[in-house]
């Protein structure tokens, strides 16, 4: 055996890796150029050029009307985000029946002399919704989110109501835009029948 003939084996074991790792990211390439990826939000043109895209079903959502005042908070949100602060739609294709629930918590307890005194506190928003499609006359999207705010509860009283007041308005806003990427990805990942 010469010096020679260990290298020559290395050479050849080299290339053969080379050959491998060329394969295996040729094999890659070509499984990942099937894949499709789009923003969320985009209005891209269907067949026949005709506009389509999660934007455009998302204007074409009409909430109904809510009870209580954090429900209306969070409706508010939904119908701007949903279309850009124009409102509700005029001949609406989908509709949006959502319930929302609210839960203050105290969550510190502070020891001052006698009295035990709640010194923050959360405020946890819960929205269950559908989507329904009015053509078809089926659901097509539905779930549950929840979202929670925390705040502080000062001594006076008014002040720690509007704490309240505060949180529940900060959790209606993050649920809605919560609720929004919940239905868009809903919208685009649906089949076209």
Request: overall charge positive; proline content about 5%; charged content about 20%.
């Given at each position: ?170 959790a209606a806003r993050e649920l809605a835009q919560v609720l929004q990427l919940a239905v868009a ?9």
């Amino acid at each position: 055996m010469s010096l020679r003939e260990p290298i020559i084996a290395e050479q050849k074991r080299g290339s053969f890796t080379r050959l491998a790792l060329t394969s295996v990211l040729f094999a890659g390439l070509s499984v990942a150029s099937a894949c499709q990826v789009r923003p969320l939000y985009s209005s891209a043109e269907t067949t026949a050029g005709v506009p389509g895209g999660v934007r455009t079903d998302l204007s074409s959502i009409a909430i109904k009307p809510v009870n209580t005042r954090y429900g209306q908070e969070v409706r508010n949100h939904l119908i701007f985000l949903f279309n850009g602060g124009k409102g509700q739609p005029a001949l609406p294709a989908f509709s949006m029946d959502l319930i929302v629930a609210a839960q203050a918590e105290s969550s510190v307890l502070v020891s001052s002399g006698d009295d035990n005194e709640p010194t923050a506190g959360t405020m946890t928003l819960v929205a269950t919704y559908t989507v329904t499609d009015f053509a078809k006359g089926r659901v097509f999207a539905s779930g549950t989110r929840r979202v929670t705010a925390a705040y502080d509860i000062p001594k006076q009283e008014f002040a720690a109501l509007r704490a309240v007041r505060d949180a529940e308005n900060r959790a209606a806003r993050e649920l809605a835009q919560v609720l929004q990427l919940a239905v868009a990805q809903e919208m685009a990942t649906r089949q076209p029948d």
